[in-house]
């Protein structure tokens, strides 16, 4: 419980201090509505893949979802392509949106229970397979949408949910907010959520108690490509067009805050709301680097080098390596004495 509270105390200092050094740096524009609402609109997509990621690495056995956004955009192109051959996004906005949103969630879906399905009943190590899948969902999206741009359009129902606010607050991030608190409250209060912490943490022991692995393992990932095709739906609201290539650094992103939220990569722990407030803290980082004039170029090298220092402080004691003396103030456990 203490790392727990720890890690949600640093991450709320660390988006404090990253708000004070950008109004500090940009002579308080940084903290303009304006950018405050642009900066808010561009967390979503990147926080519910980031959000399947963690599910992912919270089953434990290696478990990874490299193909988040390979599926977001797959979900995106494929909707656009099958929508727009019987329904027009100018002639019927309302009814394009809903089954474009159907459409790519289900895909999403799909994907997400393909990923399960090879990784439960085929013993195939997740990153593999989810490097597999995320080759086949591009390279699918590329022959669906003949390596060209599909266009979306921007129907009221979709374009509202990209670029609406809703008491100053993006339309987007608030329906980001609503799904992260779903899935911390199924994470927290159903017995699939305490069987994927425990399969997580001792996958023979959940096995031998009679724990439904698979089950479990198939629901983690359908989840997860659930989270993807709604992330693919946030993109094509946000822009008119959808791509197969597009956020090509997500993943890296997506994987950098899942371990700065203090997901375990060996599994067994991870929490919704440090999540939110690790993308939070990326997308303010990311607004402080764009605010120096720095290239994307060397922020990609930022994110790498952050990675590895939180995988690093995550292995091994930083502090207790920095702080020897720490030790010694830890109680020792009292060894019973024999009877005289």
């Known amino acids: 419980m203490r790392k727990t509270g720890g890690q949600l105390a640093m991450l709320v200092v ?3 201090v990253l708000l004070v050094a950008g109004a500090l740096i940009s002579g308080g524009s940084f903290l303009s509505i304006f950018n405050l609402q642009s900066m808010a609109s561009q967390v979503p997509e990147i926080g519910l893949l980031a959000i399947g990621v963690m599910l992912a690495m919270c089953a434990g056995n290696g478990g990874i979802d490299l193909s988040g956004i ?4 797959l979900s995106g192109v494929l909707s656009a392509v099958i929508v727009s051959s019987f329904l027009s996004a100018t002639d019927s906005g309302t009814a394009f949106s809903l089954v474009f949103i159907a459409g790519a969630i289900l895909t999403g879906f799909t994907g997400g229970l393909i ?3 090879l990784i439960s009943r085929l013993n195939i190590t997740p990153i593999l397979c989810t490097l597999g ?19 979306v359009g921007s129907p009221e129902l979709l374009s509202s949910l990209g670029n609406d606010m ?8 608030l329906v980001f907010m609503v799904v992260a608190a779903v899935v911390a409250a199924v994470l927290k209060f159903t017995p699939y959520g305490l069987w994927l912490m425990l399969i997580g943490t001792n996958p023979k022991a959940a096995v031998y108690a009679g724990f439904p692995r698979n089950w479990v393992l198939i629901a983690t990932y359908a989840l997860s490509g659930t989270l993807s095709g709604l992330a693919g739906v946030i993109i094509a609201a946000r822009n008119v067009n959808v791509k197969f290539d597009y956020g090509s650094s997500y993943l890296l992103i997506a994987i950098l805050i899942a371990v700065m939220a203090g997901v375990k990569p060996e599994g067994g722990y991870g929490r919704v709301i440090c999540v939110v407030l690790s993308a939070i803290a990326l997308q303010l980082m990311s607004s402080l680097l764009n605010f ?4 994307n170029f060397v922020r990609d090298f930022a994110w790498g080098l952050l990675l590895l220092t939180f995988l690093a402080v995550g ?8 702080l020897p003396g720490r030790h010694l103030q830890t109680p020792s456990v009292p060894v019973p004495q024999a009877p005289k």
Not at 137 to 147: E, H, I, K, P, R
Not at 292 to 295: D, M, N, V
């Open 14 to 16: 660390i988006n404090g």
């Open 115 to 117: 990923n399960g399905l």
């Open 166 to 173: 809703l008491f100053e607050v993006p339309f987007s991030f």
């Open 315 to 322: 292995r091994y004691d930083i502090a207790g390596f920095l």
């Open 133 to 151: 899948t995320q080759m086949a969902f591009m390279g699918l999206a590329v022959v669906v949408s003949g390596g060209k741009a599909v266009t």
């Open 292 to 295: 120096g004039g720095l290239s």
């Open 70 to 73: 390979a599926l977001a955009n």
